[in-house]
């Protein structure tokens, strides 16, 4: 069993900084990285973790050393990929020493993890919020996904590549998702598709097979549906995403964990 964690949109901060004057993000990493380490001996071994992009708020060189400084109770082999708060020559200088990180051009990278081959996708154009494929990392997905025939396969970029409901995110799009889902939907082997930037648990069922939508382990966005929403976000209770492969079976299953304050657990039989 392969068994992958997902944490996405952490917007880490410097010292005594908040996000959007309102959230201590490096907290409730710190309290997302406690739940972890607890949670591990009951769920069994994990391959590594995968961040789904904006990882800091601005990109900034301190904001990557305290995130890597948070994230190190862990000890899991780990694979990132920018959004669009994040910096990219900053962050490919930050994460320098990791094997898969490229040395020039897009952040784009393969890692395996246990069974589970990890195509993650820079779609960060610079100093916008909406998602971009370029044609470098097009090509670059097409000859991985040449030399992985019937793998299985998670695909990784920030932006979603479908509307979600939530007007002034869906005004950040992914610009060319549609070629995206294409060749997804051209890998024959198992493959589900993570994403982040919402900061909310979402899915969504496309013929190119399951995308998910991680949740911030920080603030979220609010679920306003309603045409001009208000673009507003909540501290409600973070999480993060469980992924397992099931080599066996060649079957993905994702778990949504919540991390914010909750009680329990009680025995059903006390």
Known sequence: MTRIIQLSDIHMVEQRMLAYNVVDTAEYLAHAVSYIVDLLPK??????IVITGDLTDHGRQAQYDRLKELLSPLRLPLCV???NHDDRDVMRAAFSEQPWQPKNGGLNSHIQLGNVHVLALDCLVSGKAHGFLTAETLAWLENELA?????????ALHHPPFETGIGHMDAQPLHNAETLLKLVSGHMGPKITICGHIHRYMTSHQ?????????????AVCPDLTEGGASQFSLEPGGFLLHSYDSATRVFLSHYLPVGPHSGPFPFKP
Not at 43 to 48: L, T
Not at 207 to 219: D, L, R, Y
Request: glycine residues 16%.
């Open 147 to 155: 030399l992985l025939t019937d793998e299985p396969v998670i695909f």
């Open 207 to 219: 013929p190119c097979g399951p995308i998910m939508i991680g949740p911030s382990v920080a603030h």
């Open 81 to 83: 990929l920018p959004g």
């Open 43 to 48: 769920i069994g071994p994990v391959d590594g």
